[in-house]
């Protein structure tokens, strides 16, 4: 990893959904930097309202900045998950309006162009961002199995395989996740997203009913825009791996941000799964 | 092309599902050739019977051997979609046990090794394996749009994303398929099929409701054994590529099979879809 510039003593948290946010604001406060949260409407967690906050419509981005400048904060963490749905029905505000050239090119699929530009966007207008993963570094995956069950030499020949693949979609702008099993690749994520990809190997594995086989891998494009586009796995993706009936879930240390921790690797125990930090 | 070797007198033709099977016998028997066919019982479309024929059970190697031979045909070629569920309910006779070594490591997911196994399975019993394409070179896919509709310049870039995605799987046993819309990937193929691919794709558009866009891109995997494994096209996959809101289909020039050509190309034009073969 970079080396990392020195922590802020205020940050703006602009929150989308998911536990991430709160388990950022938590680590930050613990740190010592207070935190203000702009929290995406119909989108955050309402958890996250025991910080300070205001609530923000994606789309009312003129409100959004002048909530970050108003509450005196030079940096921020933009974190959070965002459905991609909610990116078609957004109210705009003037603000929205204003910045229109810089946000016309928003698409599907690919996106970490996407993200790119945001990050851009917001230091076009002061604001240095910082990634979560620079604030509560902790939330990171760490290398080596996480819980009681560790991979066989299959599957660390399958997440060999996994890993290489998502390395050779990289210059695709794809390639955050796939599966494999016994050295075959049963499912490419693209723009449907992990648990959409998890979900269809549920009728893909060949052996139905028998030990569990296949690895999910996750890693971040090799340019990925980290410091916006974190990839998280949690105890959903851990219900839908073991409903896919895999062995595992093997993700890049270091590079990949764990949800919910604890309850994460209660659930693979449960369910006899790996889970492996692989240092790529 | 490969320079191709003279054409049999006789040819045995195992008939999996689809028209091309059918198709396949009708060239033949039109250039001179006797063709028998053993078809795959559930599998095979019952129209397949106009030829000389006997029906064979998917797993009943010894049966299907004796066939070929007591037909006398020393070339044979293997054609027809075979759905992978029906691959796990196979009812076996004593040549499916005799020959289980060599059939043990069938496997899901990338079907090219298996494949390949296939055809030096019934060269090791003394056949010459030709491609379907060798016999009914008229079936696959020739240069430039095929119908009404030809591609945009932002169709021809979303193709050349495509197949240069294509050629970065090939490593890996997968790619004969995707979906590229505005030069970004939404859909990868694997174990799942063209046709999974493209109903997730209804959902994944970006812009639903205005215009079409994007390409499904289909090619061979760069050392895939086209004599077993033709990639194919047919109405279908123009059906479900008009309901995916893709402005069309780009498919490599002469290693892609066309199922129903004029069925597929009247369709394409009803919906404004273009097909097009690609030399690459």
Redesign the interface.
Known sequence: MDAIAPLPSRLGVVAAGGTIPIAVCEVAQKNGIDVYVAAIKGIADPAIERFPHSWVRLGELGNLLNTLKSAKCAEIVIVGAIK?PDL?NVGVDFGFIWHLPTILSL????DDSLLKRVVKFFEGQGFTVRGAHEIAPELLAPSGPFGRISPTEENHHDMR?GF??LA??S????GQG?VV????????????GTD?MLK?CET???W?GRKRAGVLVKAPKSDQELRVDMPVIGPRTVEFAAKAGLAGIAVASGRVMIANQAEMIALADRHELFIAGVDI
Do not use: Y
Not at 171 to 174: E, K, R, S, T, V
């Open positions: 991609r078609w698409t599907r699929g690919g395989r290489a693949l050779a979609l210059p695709f702008d794809i796939a099993a016994r050295g075959h690749v049963l499912a490419v994520e693209a723009a449907e959409e269809r893909l594995q060949q139905g």
